[in-house]
């Protein structure tokens, strides 16, 4: 039979081999789900990984992966400080969803001024907004002991309610017809987050997320403040031991993280989708997730594993336009990818022992 057997010391080897062995059992076992599915999983996996780089689109294609990793990057960076000192915000995605609510809240208020200093005002007014939003399950957690995880989690319905009622109500566009939804951020200069160049992808908020993972990287190697971080996660009660503050760590993550999720939504909410409507938030919180985790809480990681899940999305919607593949199975590929990550990840700590005689 065999047995998991814990090792003295992580294997090195698994710590970076787990991500590249958990996208290849992805696609072996998401290969199978597409075959069941009656398509052909060759040409699936070919279009979601192929294609939008070296495929007939792919000078197009190239830009909306930067469009799409740009949020996922920044995210994920505020999430991993987080994991890596043992904090779980898994409510990113309400945090996001509230920073482009009060992003596009003060861009709209002053509407149709045109002056420079707007877009930079709004920029503050999204950080503002999921740092608030954050601030919510960090306070209860510090004052109340309450379990961080279920409250940002539970939050993000809560975002979601006001995000209908900012489509419908208060940032609904007087001029729309009675249609949901706020005015379009790309007929109004002063407010609007453009590509750099028409069809690179590159836009303020692919800057900004570029430039964070370099300043987290820099943090957790350099500054007092990451060394406290990493050994919080590490060994709580060295931590303490050491000086560290838990309450202190756990508002400052939080609000890093939150923060970040705010950027992410003003960027997106000016920039590729355009406006405020019902339907805003495509799962990026929630997403992040698994890139911070793919990308082994490391900030270098976390670009290409955002880029990688990036693929993802660009080639979803690829085969399903293409393939006809419903949207539900590119969802469950993304899934399997996290399942087999945190199930591969095991071996990092434990090696496979074979027991003969069931001793």
Same mark, same amino acid.
């Given at each position: 039979?065999?047995?998991?057997?814990?090792?003295?010391?992580?294997?090195?080897?698994?710590?970076?081999?787990?991500?590249?062995?958990?996208?290849?059992l992805?696609?072996?076992?998401?290969?199978?789900?597409?075959?069941?599915?009656?398509?052909?999983?060759?040409?699936?996996?070919?279009?979601?990984?192929w294609?939008?780089?070296?495929?007939?689109?792919?000078?197009?294609?190239?830009?909306?992966?930067?469009?799409?990793? $740009?949020?996922? !990057?920044?995210?994920?960076?505020?999430? @991993? &400080? *987080?994991?890596k000192?043992?904090? /779980?915000?898994?409510? #990113?995605?309400?945090?996001?969803?509230?920073?482009?609510?009060?992003?596009a809240?003060?861009?709209?208020?002053?509407?149709?001024?045109?002056?420079?200093?707007?877009?930079?005002?709004?920029?503050?007014?999204?950080?503002f907004?999921?740092?608030?939003?954050?601030?919510?399950?960090?306070?209860?957690?510090?004052?109340?002991?309450?379990?961080?995880?279920?409250?940002?989690?539970?939050?993000?319905?809560?975002?979601?309610?006001?995000?209908?009622?900012?489509?419908?109500?208060?940032?609904?566009?007087?001029?729309?017809?009675?249609?949901?939804?706020?005015?379009?951020?790309?007929?109004?200069?002063?407010?609007?987050n453009?590509?750099?160049?028409? $069809?690179?992808? !590159?836009?303020?908020?692919?800057?900004? @997320? &570029? *430039?964070?993972?370099?300043?987290? /990287?820099?943090?957790? #190697?350099?500054?007092?403040?990451?060394?406290?971080?990493?050994?919080?996660?590490?060994?709580?009660?060295?931590?303490?031991?050491?000086?560290?503050?838990?309450?202190?760590?756990?508002?400052?993550?939080?609000?890093?993280?939150?923060?970040?999720?705010?950027?992410?939504?003003?960027?997106?909410?000016?920039?590729?989708?355009?406006?405020?409507?019902?339907?805003?938030n495509?799962?990026?919180?929630?997403?992040?997730?698994?890139?911070?985790?793919?990308?082994?809480?490391?900030?270098?990681?976390?670009?290409?594993?955002?880029?990688?899940?990036?693929?993802?999305?660009?080639?979803?919607?690829?085969?399903?336009t293409?393939?006809?593949?419903?949207?539900?199975?590119i969802?469950?590929?993304?899934?399997?990818?996290?399942?087999?990550?945190?199930?591969?990840?095991?071996?990092?700590?434990?090696?496979?022992?074979?027991?003969?005689?069931?001793?």
């Amino acid at each position: 039979m065999l047995r998991l057997e814990k090792r003295p010391n992580p294997s090195k080897f698994w710590l970076y081999g787990t991500p590249v062995v958990a996208v290849i059992l992805t696609m072996v076992f998401g290969g199978l789900l597409f075959a069941a599915m009656g398509t052909n999983p060759i040409e699936v996996i070919r279009t979601i990984f192929w294609d939008p780089i070296f495929g007939e689109f792919a000078f197009y294609l190239r830009g909306q992966l930067l469009v799409k990793a $740009g949020p996922l !990057i920044l995210i994920a960076i505020g999430l @991993a &400080l *987080g994991f890596k000192a043992g904090i /779980w915000n898994i409510g #990113a995605e309400g945090q996001y969803i509230m920073g482009a609510i009060c992003g596009a809240a003060v861009g709209l208020a002053v509407y149709p001024t045109e002056s420079r200093w707007i877009f930079p005002a709004m920029v503050l007014a999204g950080a503002f907004g999921g740092w608030a939003w954050a601030m919510i399950p960090a306070i209860l957690k510090t004052r109340f002991n309450t379990n961080e995880i279920l409250v940002s989690l539970m939050l993000v319905y809560v975002a979601q309610t006001i995000l209908a009622k900012a489509s419908t109500g208060f940032l609904k566009n007087p001029e729309g017809m009675g249609f949901p939804g706020s005015r379009n951020f790309s007929s109004y200069p002063a407010a609007a987050n453009p590509e750099f160049w028409p $069809g690179s992808g !590159i836009h303020w908020g692919v800057v900004v @997320a &570029l *430039g964070v993972a370099l300043v987290a /990287w820099v943090l957790l #190697a350099r500054h007092i403040i990451g060394f406290q971080i990493k050994l919080s996660g590490q060994a709580p009660r060295a931590a303490r031991f050491h000086g560290v503050n838990p309450n202190r760590l756990v508002v400052l993550c939080m609000g890093i993280s939150g923060g970040l999720a705010g950027l992410a939504g003003l960027f997106e909410v000016t920039g590729p989708a355009g406006q405020i409507t019902i339907d805003f938030n495509v799962g990026y919180g929630f997403t992040a997730i698994i890139v911070a985790f793919l990308g082994r809480l490391h900030p270098i990681g976390i670009i290409f594993a955002g880029i990688l899940m990036a693929l993802t999305y660009v080639g979803g919607e690829m085969a399903s336009t293409n393939l006809g593949l419903p949207s539900a199975a590119i969802q469950v590929f993304q899934g399997m990818l996290l399942f087999f990550l945190l199930g591969v990840d095991v071996l990092t700590n434990y090696r496979i022992r074979t027991v003969l005689g069931g001793k």
